[in-house]
């Protein structure tokens, strides 16, 4: 079966500007995460979908930060507009429905903001 | 809250030696242990975990890892390093009974020399 993928794999962009991140999870997770590295720091959490519904945000550093889940499939993470703080790997797991089920990550995308 | 500690940014080691990554973690709640491992341009992959029963968990790739509860300890160990060990391994915990919000630790690379 095909893995997590994300699109794209860099992104440079300046200051101000708005990028859309993309994750596709493995066919059939209705779970779907977002965490972020920031460099030197731990991978922190985002936020957590089940099918199309936001199940866990608490992670989302602030309202610049906009993610989406149509349909329950792809989710795009959408940074609007961007600022030097938000450059690090963002990095899109997936999981089967159950709580213990194992997570699927992706190879993230890493972020640079100039 | 919960939290990770890895002891060492980076860890060196001769191939054939033994690896010793370490890893304590602070939970007010029975944890759940996992590792990670990531290799250069991949995404996360799961090592292996400890949820409950036996405290010595082995996994892929010939490593395992011991729960020790009276240290807050879950060290990841494998007998003889080889060239292809050569990654950044993070520990992660999860209190939720699930595996959906992770609290990684900021990670130990790991370099294997000749």
């Known amino acids: 079966e095909a893995g997590v993928t994300q699109f794209p794999s860099h992104s440079v962009i300046e200051k101000g500007q708005t990028v859309t991140l993309r994750c596709d999870p493995i066919?059939?997770?209705?779970?779907l995460y977002w965490y972020r590295r920031v460099m030197g720091k731990e991978i922190k959490f985002l936020l957590h979908?089940?099918?199309?519904?936001?199940?866990?945000e608490s992670g989302m550093p602030n309202n610049r930060f906009l993610a989406e889940r149509t349909g329950g499939t792809y989710s795009t993470l959408k940074v609007q507009p961007a600022e030097l703080e938000d450059s690090g790997v963002y990095f899109c797991?997936?999981?089967?429905?159950?709580?213990?089920?194992?997570?699927?990550f992706g190879n993230g995308t890493r972020l640079t903001v100039t | 809250a919960q939290s990770v500690t890895q002891l060492g940014s980076h860890v060196s080691v001769s191939e054939g030696a033994l690896v010793l990554l370490r890893c304590n973690y602070s939970?007010?709640?029975?944890?759940?242990l996992f590792w990670y491992v990531q290799y250069p341009n991949q995404g996360l992959q799961l090592l292996l975990k400890?949820?409950?029963?036996?405290?010595l968990v082995k996994g892929i790739n010939g490593f395992e890892a011991e729960f020790k509860k009276s240290e807050t300890s879950f060290h990841l160990t494998k007998p003889s390093a080889h060239m292809s060990d050569a990654a950044e391994y993070f520990c992660?915990?999860?209190?939720?009974?699930?595996?959906?919000?992770?609290?990684f630790g900021k990670g130990t690379m790991l370099l294997v020399s000749p």
């Open positions: 939970s007010s709640v029975p944890p759940y």
């Open positions: 066919s059939g997770h209705d779970n």
């Open positions: 979908f089940v099918k199309e519904s936001k199940q866990d």
């Open positions: 400890y949820t409950t029963g036996a405290t």
């Open positions: 797991a997936s999981s089967q429905q159950g709580r213990n089920s194992p997570l699927h």
């Open positions: 992660a915990v999860t209190t939720n009974s699930g595996y959906s919000t992770l609290t």
